[in-house]
């Protein structure tokens, strides 16, 4: 009988280093809070897992998988509850979670209400605290009583260590690719990300507009205010582009004054879009007696262009309302 605890266990340990493995490969957030669920079912017999994760405001966003059915849902704030529990360190495995609840005189509500599966008897949580992410709780649940034991508790707690360092791993990669792709004085997209973006439309089957522009005279904004005037002006104009994408399109900071959106839709439409982009930065606070004066060109793709083709011809027109000093040139 020993013989056959130990050869489980070991079993068991060989399976939560391969999810370990399994999970140190997962870079991205939303990749990895899948195989979370998944890997778990290898570790427990529990038909239904939950990943919970604090919001600001003091709720949770909860992910429930059962079966092959994932459920999002959000859960408002309260002063306690078994997740709040599980956090300050009172509530870690329970066998028979009608009884606790009963006991401790905490209202009972579901997730996933309209599932139909039978209610939760037995319920286990560990914390997840990794330093770059808000605080989470990983638990698994059956409807049978007394379905957890004190082991079952060890290696969720294993599982959850992983789990910690996997969630601040992808929250590194993730926040490090952020970097990589935006501007830092605007928040806007960069010259790499408008690169990719572009191709990209290139490649599809819909229509879109590129839109170039700069700010004309803008080394005068520097020199008479100071770069940090010119800064504001640079943020400025980057929030008012983040309106103009607004819904649907991409903006970017290409470098200097130069700033670029590709809208989806014909010439015609991003030439509507542009005009109520001029008029609101017409009505904005600015730290320059009056609104910059931006030179704006609009270019479609062409059947055969290359990413080049299409950039050069919007560049070509803004340049042409540089020479004109006016705002908008697009043919």
Do not use: C
Request: hydrophobic share 40%; aromatic share 4%.
């Amino acid at each position: 009988m020993a013989s056959t605890d130990l050869h489980r266990q070991i079993a068991r340990y060989r399976a939560l280093v391969h999810v370990a493995a399994t999970l140190a490969r997962s870079v991205r957030t939303e990749e990895l809070v899948r195989s979370v669920h998944r890997e778990a079912r290898t570790l427990f017999t529990a038909p239904l897992t939950l990943l919970a994760t604090r919001t600001p405001d003091g709720g949770w966003a909860t992910r429930t998988l059962e079966g092959d059915t994932s459920v999002n849902e959000r859960v408002q704030p309260r002063d306690d509850g078994l997740l709040e529990r599980v956090l300050d360190g009172k509530l870690r495995l329970e066998n028979d979670l009608e009884a606790y609840l009963h006991r401790e005189q905490l209202p009972v509500f579901r997730l996933n209400a309209d599932s139909g599966r039978p209610i939760t008897r037995s319920w286990m949580g560990v914390p997840l605290r990794p330093d770059s992410a808000p605080p989470s709780v990983l638990s698994v649940q059956s409807d049978v009583s007394g379905a957890f034991t004190p082991e079952d508790l060890e290696f969720l707690e294993l599982l959850g260590v992983h789990v910690s360092v996997a969630l601040e791993n992808a929250a590194l990669h993730e926040r490090v690719e952020h970097e990589a792709r935006t501007d830092p004085l605007t928040g806007l997209l960069n010259r790499r990300a408008f690169t990719a973006q572009v191709g990209a439309a290139l490649a599809g089957s819909h229509a879109a507009t590129l839109v170039v522009m700069d700010v004309q005279d803008f080394k005068v904004i520097n020199d008479t205010h100071g770069h940090h005037v010119g800064d504001e002006v640079l943020r400025g104009l980057g929030a008012a582009l983040v309106a103009l994408a607004a819904g649907s399109g991409h903006v970017f900071r290409l470098g200097g004054d130069e700033f670029a959106a590709l809208l989806p839709g014909d010439q015609d439409a991003a030439r509507q879009r542009v005009k109520v982009f001029l008029s609101d930065m017409q009505t904005r606070a600015w730290p320059t007696p009056e609104a910059p004066h931006v030179n704006v060109g609009l270019a479609g793709a062409l059947l055969d262009d290359t990413l080049s083709d299409w950039v050069r011809r919007a560049d070509h027109r803004m340049y042409a309302a540089k020479r004109q000093r006016v705002h908008l040139l697009g043919g």
